[in-house]
């Protein structure tokens, strides 16, 4: 007997990546906070760029989940994709005099990159 597929759509794909992120982002954040009781400046050496690299996608991906009630997917995943593309290039635009908010800045970027790469595999993938 074949084996039966359930066929998932670019809305469920769309909402299983915001569950990731939001796992990523729970995880990330638990740790630091753990981190924090323990030696602040150490969480935030070692547990920052982490949470800075989860925090950007998250709120990205929470805000598509969001509006994917009201909108249509392949209309929602060519906003957040123009969004995180904005996000990307806003960081190429200047820089601050303080090297801990250029490391935070570029870690929210990396994020961004990670998340453009899984919104184009997705748009690829739906021809959206």
Known sequence: ???QTTKTTLADELLALAQRHERRYTKAKADLL???QTNPAEAIA???EEMAKVQEPHERT???AAILKEHAPHEVLADVRQEVERGIERFFGG???????NAVARA????LVALKRDLDSLARQYKA
């Open 1 to 3: 007997m074949a084996k």
């Open 62 to 64: 929470m805000h598509t």
């Open 108 to 111: 929210r970027t990396e994020g």
């Open 34 to 36: 753990e981190a924090v």
């Open 46 to 48: 070692w547990h920052g």
């Open 95 to 101: 820089s601050s005099t303080s090297q801990f908010q």
